[in-house]
């Protein structure tokens, strides 16, 4: 048996967004049924929607940045109650085994965690997102939003938050830490936002200087454009942590001049193409290049009640459904400032 509810369907790669319908689930003993009430967009639903990351399962109902009420509950739930707000991110599932999970690292899953949408649960069903009325998930891979946090504003942190303050924190973010975040969009904004809380200094390094007085309002100490040739040359040995949160191919031997000894560059956003430094760019001052990808149930919880402590949401814009094919648009010319949020009551 099943629940059939209103979605929004990409009916294959690339195709504009449909109106339709999808199965939830039944509810078994530990899951929780959420009303939906707002979904963010993130630039990797655009990647998934497009196919553009290697074959995807059409229909797809993408969304992984969701914030709900709990409208239902299974018999044997012990961690939310009907009325909750509650909010779901990039995974809603994982072996529960190995090292990475039983560490609370879900996002590392030796056997791959069960991804939001685009994905198949362990059973063998299609998963599909947050852009829909309800979704069904275990009480162990939802999320409790603080009452601090309105849940239009919420929805984007459990990706774009959870992504950023992830690395933030494991690499000393903090007082007496000079932080740089490359690019001001979706990921950046939410970080400028969280290092500043951490009591970070924080500097933005973006194309240019458009978007400087949101970037100053929003925590930054600095700001700075790339676009112009002296700007990485004038801060050598200046950042313990550079976080890079674009996709775009970039001059690392020149960022990484930029970072002071032991200093770490984090990517979190995705290039396409190989990227190449030189080893003395490392060697000379023992720097790192790393990656950090979301974060487990704990560390994403952790990075709610820290956001709501903070008074940190996301900025957003939120648009209807019937506003979703143009958004995708906006997104790749980045023209957003700075997450479209779908209000899922117009489905």
């Known amino acids: ?49 497009r196919e553009e990351w290697g074959a995807a399962i059409f229909p797809m109902v993408p969304g992984h940045e969701i914030a709900g009420i709990v409208s239902e509950i299974g018999p044997d739930v012990t961690r939310y109650a009907v009325g909750d707000r509650v909010g779901i991110g ?47 998930a275990d009480e162990n891979y939802v999320l409790s939003i603080p009452e601090g946090i309105a849940l239009d504003v919420a929805a984007p942190l459990l990706c774009a938050g959870i992504t950023t303050y992830s690395p933030l924190k494991r690499f000393g973010a903090g007082p007496g830490a000079r932080v740089a975040v490359i690019g001001m969009g979706g990921l950046g904004h939410v970080a400028v936002k969280i290092a500043h809380a951490m009591g970070a200094e924080v500097t933005v390094l973006s194309q240019t200087l458009s978007k400087k007085e949101d970037g100053l309002r929003l925590g930054a100490d600095h700001f700075y454009a790339t676009s112009d040739p002296e700007t990485l040359g004038n801060l050598r040995k200046n950042f313990d942590i550079v976080l890079n949160t674009v996709s775009a191919d970039l001059d690392l031997d ?60 996301a900025e957003i814009e939120i648009i209807g459904a019937d506003d979703v094919n143009a958004a995708y648009e906006r997104v790749i010319r980045s023209d957003v400032r700075y997450r479209f949020v779908i209000d899922t009551r117009t489905l």
């Open 254 to 313: 020149a960022y990484l001049a930029t970072l002071k000894l032991g200093g770490t560059f984090v990517y979190v956003g995705l290039p396409e193409n190989k990227q190449r430094f030189r080893s003395a760019s490392l060697i000379g001052a023992r720097r790192s290049i790393t990656g950090s990808n979301i974060g487990g149930i704990p560390e994403t919880q952790e990075m709610l009640d820290f956001c709501a402590k903070h008074n940190i949401g």
């Open 90 to 136: 990039c995974f809603v599932d994982s072996c529960r085994e190995c090292d990475a999970c039983l560490a609370g690292e879900q996002q590392y899953c030796e056997r791959g965690f069960v991804a939001t949408y685009n994905s198949r649960e362990y059973s063998g069903e299609d998963t599909h997102g947050g852009y829909s009325q309800q979704i069904v």
């Open 1 to 49: 048996m099943s629940t059939t509810v209103s979605a929004l369907l990409a009916p294959s790669a690339g195709a504009p967004f449909e109106r339709g319908t999808i199965e939830r689930r039944d509810l078994r003993a530990h899951d929780v049924r959420i009303d939906i009430a707002y979904a963010g967009i993130c630039h990797s639903d655009i990647h998934q929607a």
